[in-house]
């Protein structure tokens, strides 16, 4: 008896997951994900448009969105119709219960931890494609499934666009930036500001001593003529 | 970093530490006596040459990177691509804010550094204050670069192909525009420091600073000229507008330090021949640099809509101080002011007509034009601060404002040729003759109802002009005196005409058929076929046409051009004739395989050139014999 009741659920278990995983037959999927991509000294922006599509109709659902750790001011797109949940970190619409397809826009800033922004998106769902457009320059971005195309991005005014496709649901998108040509900039302009101030301070001691010496000369010459 | 954006960066940084040590030393030689002044002057003068050479070797740098399609620059993969032509990747390089920034900034370093060398030993104060005013304008341009605009920014990410330059930018014209612009511009530098130096100081500028003055004035005006006319010819045969100037803010900026520059030579020469115009000569000579930076911040800035601009930039309010700064270095000039600045010789006897009165009248239309275009250049900024709406002068305004005023230039250059002229020899009978010529060629111009009447009118004055110039052409040529003046007077009332005419173009737009025909200002221009072509990627497609008038006949092309990248441009083909030229642009295919096209006439297009050549060649005979001319009595 002992072992029964042991094989039993697991039986159950064997015959009802494949179901369970193939099933769930209005699990709405993400057709497409748009990321825009803004970097400035505050941090850095996130602007999401994510577009949900499912295979029936005429049934009411609703999509939940996991902000990243660490995401702040976040800002939803039509406010009436998404709501936030647990204190800001899940993005949540009810969609049309007689439309396929929804989307839902919000935007986050996600802080620099130096020159680096480090983010991490889970996905609920699969998702078709993923492009990330990034506008700032002198920006790298560094992804473990994001690659930059370099077609699009010439024909763009981005500084780059990168795009993935057919992520399973689950799927971790690491979007890593490091904004290494500012810290090199940065070095040079700070280079040149000590320069030049270095430059003043030593035309200023020579002017000083100048004067000086050039008064002493004066005071000598008067008492000799004295 | 890459290794070219590593070493860029560190020259640009190394040229504005040097400009920089160069400006503080220098004011430290001009605020010292003695030998500690010496060795500082010595130090300044010797770490704007190092600058100079540091700032080519940069250059240098920049154009390795476009010629060897190092994406690794930002700027290279924004304006260049692999498989752009060689030539074209040169130019590149000052295709962008950035690049056509470093170039200027180059310009001015070298033209400066050279000044520098050439320059004879004079009054120390003279040389220190010169020295520290036109480092300080280094420092501020090498400080544009280091702060601002960095030609030298790396690619993040890296990318394999650049974006590749504008198709209209790809034309031999545009190759070589911004560079004769940039000398012109940075040459307006040297009469800037000279007067700030003869000013601050107070020390009298004898005939080398005066000869000085005249040849950088003649040189910057020389090359500003080419610029100016090059870039009319880009958008003549580019543009596909048949025009050559649209009097956009862009292209006003530029042509106002032309005018300013003009009357202060006409100021230095009005000190050689009567001994005055010397607070003209210093309230004009610092004026076109300052220009030069107005036109900079108009490019630059996005305050007013151009086609030439770079768009929004950050560089606008740095370039407003800088601006700021150098206006109140002239005012202080003007406020130091003494009549003794200029030692010249007073000869005016021996003038039927009153030469000082002429080169007055000659400054003041000049000066007015400066300052009705820059105004109306600036009007839709003025008028959106006032009224809170933008409204700008429309092209008929400046059309009829500089054809008057172009009559009038006209009517000066003849009178002043007059004037100059010896007393012997029958001058009314020369008098006469200008004017019978003038009569003539007005009474052959003139037809009521058809041709415009100013038009007409503007051509008996540039007649009766013409012969003034020849008649004193031929005096100096007699008497081995300077004919630059003569023969660049001799272009602009070439130009003059030719402008006048040129502006009455007729236009015929037809679809037409294979075979079909249209008339235009006498020519018959058939419709061959369809023709296509591919090159380096770019794919050609327009119809050949046949240009034929009597036993000539001639083959043109205009086409549209499809590049790699989904950029498509349109090119003109234009037959140039000896009275007339005929332009036709391609506009598209129609129903039927029709192929539609513009087809115009527009007179003495040939002659505008050959005035402008004239009046750049008249530029550049006066700075190469601007040495004698100081010299001669």
Known sequence: MKSRRGVFPAVVFCVLFPVLAVAEPNQPTVKMLHIFVQANENGVSFENIWVFEREDVNLPWEVGIDLPEGATALNVDEPNETESLKAGRIVRKKMPADSAMGAVGFSFIMPKNGDLCQ???KSRYSIGSIVVFLSTPAVRLESNVLKMDES??????YAGIYTAEGLAGGAKIEINLKNLAAAGGRRIEIICLAGFAIIVIIALIIL?????TAVRGETTNEARSK | MSITGCLGAGLSAAVFLLCSFAAVFALLSSALRGQTARIAFLLARAAI????LLSIAALLLLIRAFLTDDFSIALVGQYSSISLPAYYKLSAVWAGSAGSLFLWSAVILVLFA???AKSKAGDMRFNAVALSVGSAVCVGFSALLVFIEKPFDVSMPAISDGIGLNPLLQNFWMVIHPPLLFVGYAAFLIPFVIISAITLTGVAAGPAVYGQLRRWLMFAVCFLSLGIVTGARWSYIELGWGGYWSWDPVENASILPWFVAVAALHSLIGIKVANKFRLWTVVLAPVPF????????ITRSGILQSVHSFGHSVVGAALLAFIAACLFVWLVSIIRFKKGFFAGPADIS??????QEILLWVNIILVFTAAVVGVATFWPVIWQAAAGSTIAPARQFYDRLISILGILLALLIGLGSLAALPKYGNFIIKLLGCCAVGLICFGFAFNPGGRHFIISFACGIAAFSFVAVLIKLWFNLRSGSNISGGIAHTGLLILVVAAGFSSSEQIVQASLAAGDKIIIGGYTVT??????????GVSKLGPEVTVKKGSFAKKLWPYNSLYPDGSSASEVAVYTGFLKDIYISFDGVGQNEQVIITAKEKPMMLWLWVGATLTIAGSALGFLRAKEVVNEK
């Open chain 1, 119 to 121: 983010t991490l998106i």
């Open chain 2, 527 to 536: 419709y061959n076929s369809l023709k296509d072509e591919s090159m380096a």
């Open chain 1, 152 to 157: 699009l991005t010439r024909r763009s005014d």
């Open chain 2, 114 to 116: 050279f000044w520098l």
């Open chain 2, 290 to 297: 300052i220009l030069c930076l107005v036109a900079t911040f």
């Open chain 1, 208 to 212: 000083y001593y100048s004067r000086r």
């Open chain 2, 350 to 355: 021996g003038f039927h007509l009153n030469e």
């Open chain 2, 49 to 52: 040459f190092a600058a100079a």
